[in-house]
């Protein structure tokens, strides 16, 4: 017996150590990797593009959003003391429910990984994590339905630059200047996916794995 577990003992190293690899890159792709990719499209640059002679230039600008790059450049801009946080309130209060809920399942999805991190390097349990891998995946599902009732309102205009600035010419020239044309979730959301779609397939093909290997143990009845 002892024989057989010396045996098992490197594979269920081997499990662990895969597990809590893919599990530690789950906030690493959360904070680095591009979690949403957008275009900003103005008309007023596309006009004088064409003035130009450049009958190539759209006027669309693209460009990504990740967890870092938020705390660095755009926290500080916070901070400043010159953004309205009041008036940031109510131009966003019809997606705002939405977005509690992106961040809200976001967050989870980052704590439900480093649970499954700790307990795949003091644990050799299978089962466990792959139902926690579970619920990490439908945090993931749920964050992509989250973001689709934000992405809508930014797209059809409900929510747009302009209402930051209010009523009149000058918000006139900001919804010509910038409006936004794809809003849409990128690599860092894809990769948190597939991460825990690579946990429950791991940890379900250990179990799998294991079930065969104790019925080809279990002794048979001779009739």
């Not at 900003?40 to 593009?49: F, Q, T, V």
């Not at 795949?120 to 993931?140: E, N, Q």
């Not at 409900?158 to 006139?172: A, E, K, M, R, Y």
Request: glycine share 8%; with cysteine.
């Amino acid at each position: 017996m002892k024989k057989q577990q010396g045996i098992n003992r490197p594979k269920s190293i081997l499990y662990r150590v895969v597990m809590a690899i893919m599990a530690a890159c789950v906030p690493i792709a959360a904070y680095f990797c591009d979690l949403i990719y957008y275009v900003m499209k103005s008309d007023l640059l596309a006009a004088l593009a064409k003035l130009q002679g450049n009958t190539q230039d759209t006027g669309e600008t693209e460009d990504w959003l990740s967890l870092h790059k938020v705390v660095t450049d755009f926290l500080p801009f916070l901070k400043g003391g010159t953004f309205d946080g009041a008036k940031l309130q109510n131009v966003i209060a019809p997606i705002r429910g939405a977005l509690i809920a992106f961040a809200v399942l976001f967050v989870l999805a980052v704590v439900i990984a480093v649970v499954i991190f700790f307990f795949s390097c003091f644990s050799r349990g299978k089962l466990v994590p792959l139902c926690i891998a579970g619920g990490g995946l439908l945090s993931m599902i749920g964050m992509r339905i989250a973001f689709s009732y934000v992405a809508g309102p930014l797209l059809d205009g409900t929510v747009s630059l302009s209402n930051l600035i209010g009523s009149g010419l000058l918000s006139s020239l900001i919804s010509m200047v910038a409006t936004l044309s794809i809003f849409q979730l990128s690599t860092g959301y894809f990769l948190m996916l597939f991460l825990y779609i690579g946990m429950i397939m791991w940890a379900g093909a250990n179990l799998l794995v294991d079930a065969g290997e104790k019925a080809q143990k279990k002794p048979q009845k001779v009739y």
